[in-house]
């Protein structure tokens, strides 16, 4: 079975702190994706890399950033936390059209 | 952009019924349509999928139609049972190997 594992369940940060999001898959997959999950508003893609060291921004990129130094590795980075940025990350990898998700990190940012 | 619609946000069925969840796209180069559930703290699951050259699969309890011309599809669970309580998201993807989601659908079924 593929495994998409998160770093953190639940996280809770202050304003201002450099937050890390790790994000590993197992099967080998070349795409990777972050999403936030906001109630009434879905999954909204944040970043998405295709292969290593390459990231292409989603459509909510702005006060986030990610890195890939690795196939099986893709972490999300808030450079400076903000209590908008409180919210649910849900980490995927895909094969062909099918995401496989992870099962999220609820990020507190008080 | 592609932009998916939908409705409802919330839906409340007796156990036994039937429920549907209806998306709507913009983007008529959108050729796969899946369809996810997330149960309480866990991450979405691909449950049923569809591309644009069927118009209809089924999956057990579980369907989906797709209408290209109307740029809409739904997903129909029938005979529901309490395990079907979720939220369901519905997706399209423009061609381009990422997904746009819908707002996503809390289904309740009441015993």
């Known amino acids: 079975d593929v495994k998409v594992t998160q770093s953190s369940r639940y996280l809770v940060k202050r304003t201002g702190e450099k937050v890390f999001l790790e994000c590993v898959q197992d099967?080998?997959?070349?795409?990777m994706f972050w999403y936030r999950q906001d109630p009434g508003l879905g999954l909204r893609l944040i970043y998405f890399?295709?292969?290593?060291?390459?990231?292409e921004k989603g459509d909510i990129p702005e006060g986030y950033s990610v890195s890939r130094e690795k196939k099986e590795r893709f972490s999300l980075i808030l450079e400076s936390a903000s209590t908008n940025q409180t919210s649910m990350y849900l980490c995927?990898?895909?094969?062909?059209?099918?995401?496989?998700f992870g099962p999220g990190t609820r990020l507190t940012v008080t | 952009g592609e932009n998916v619609e939908q409705h409802p946000s919330t839906l409340s069925v007796q156990e036994g019924d039937s429920a549907v969840i209806k998306c709507t796209y913009s983007?008529?180069?959108?050729?796969?349509f899946p369809w996810y559930k997330q149960e309480l703290g866990k991450g979405p699951q691909l449950i049923i999928d569809?591309?644009?050259?069927?118009g209809e699969k089924k999956d057990q309890r579980i369907a989906v139609t797709l209408n290209k011309t109307a740029k809409h599809f739904s997903l129909h669970i029938t005979e529901t049972q309490p395990e079907d309580s979720a939220v369901y998201f519905c997706?399209?993807?423009?061609?381009?190997?990422?997904?746009?989601f819908g707002q996503g659908t809390r289904l309740t079924i009441n015993p």
């Open positions: 995927a990898s895909s094969s062909r059209d099918r995401d496989y």
């Open positions: 890399s295709y292969d290593v060291k390459m990231k």
């Open positions: 983007d008529s180069a959108s050729n796969y």
């Open positions: 099967m080998d997959h070349e795409n």
């Open positions: 569809i591309r644009s050259n069927v």
């Open positions: 997706a399209a993807d423009p061609g381009a190997q990422k997904l746009v």
